[in-house]
């Protein structure tokens, strides 16, 4: 018997993705049987309670809750809405602009997520006074003396970190499997 499926898409703004899948069907019979058996306990009339069938059971109990949750959070994105006025008032003159949503810092939140995951990254496979000195040297572009300033260590101490740091990633870079 073959059922549909819907599963999350990767892409959170287009709905759930349906798959058709093959189950037997002596694991239908027993869905259906665990399935009449469960409401049939819960139910008050026994005699209203029926057997539903396989797709039946997937589209109540997974299909339509996974679809309502992504309907109820998508279901006003990129629709602009109608302004209401009252017949006795004048029209609303506004662009409607205050209805579409505002993604102007989408672009500067995603390269924070990647500049923490670059750091984690590094403070995995280095040691931490490493993983700092190329944090702050290398992409916090802060120079040598400044960071050698700000910790209270030696100019010449932080230059000689930074080359031991570059070599050790670059190392590990080569044996990193791509």
């Known amino acids: 018997m073959k059922i549909k499926v819907k599963y999350e898409n990767y892409n959170e ?10 189950v037997p069907d002596d694991e ?10 469960r409401r ?41 809405k109608k302004q209401f006025h009252k017949e006795d008032e004048d029209a609303d003159e506004s662009d409607g602009l205050d209805t579409v949503g505002d993604y102007s810092q989408e672009e ?12 984690q990254k590094l403070r995995t496979v ?7 000195v190329i944090i702050a040297v290398c992409l916090d572009e802060l120079t040598p003396e400044k960071y050698a300033a700000t ?15 570059k070599k050790k990633f670059q190392e590990f870079l080569q044996d990193c499997p791509i």
């Open 40 to 80: 049939l306990s819960a139910a008050e009339d026994d005699e209203v309670v029926e057997r539903r069938d396989a797709q039946t059971i997937m589209d109540e109990e997974f299909n339509k809750p996974l679809y309502n949750n992504w309907h109820k959070e998508h279901r006003h994105r990129g629709n602009l």
């Open 126 to 132: 280095l040691k931490p006074e490493y993983a700092e």
């Open 151 to 165: 910790t209270g260590e030696k100019r010449d101490t932080v230059y000689k970190r930074l080359q031991r740091a």
């Open 28 to 37: 239908c019979t027993v869905m259906v049987e665990l399935d009449y058996q």
């Open 13 to 22: 703004n287009k709905d759930p993705i349906t798959v058709e899948i093959d």
């Open 108 to 119: 500067e939140r995603n390269r924070q997520y990647e500049y923490e995951a670059l750091c």
